[in-house]
């Protein structure tokens, strides 16, 4: 990822849209059930204020580790809603 910065710029784009849209919902409606988001509005924050710092191996990380995860939730939660 370190390697080709439009694609590392635009992941980390990407978890500050996720960490936005997580903390938007959150503050609609507490009671929606994402387990990692509080670890999720960090990253964003993490990826937005720390960018000298933003390691390309914890963002890498976060993607194969919560992202699934996340995306699992998200599907449940619209399905839900149906």
């Known amino acids: 990822m370190s390697k080709n910065k439009l694609i590392r710029r635009a992941v980390e784009r990407e978890i500050e849209i996720i960490g936005e849209a997580t903390n938007r919902i ?17 990253t964003r924050n993490w990826v937005i204020h720390g960018y000298d710092s933003v390691d390309d191996m914890i963002k ?23």
């Open 26 to 42: 959150l503050k609609i409606d507490e009671s929606v059930n994402i387990e990692h988001a509080r670890k999720i509005v960090d």
């Open 60 to 82: 890498w990380g976060v993607i194969n580790t919560y992202l699934p995860q996340l995306k699992t939730e998200v599907d449940n939660l619209l399905k839900s809603d149906n």
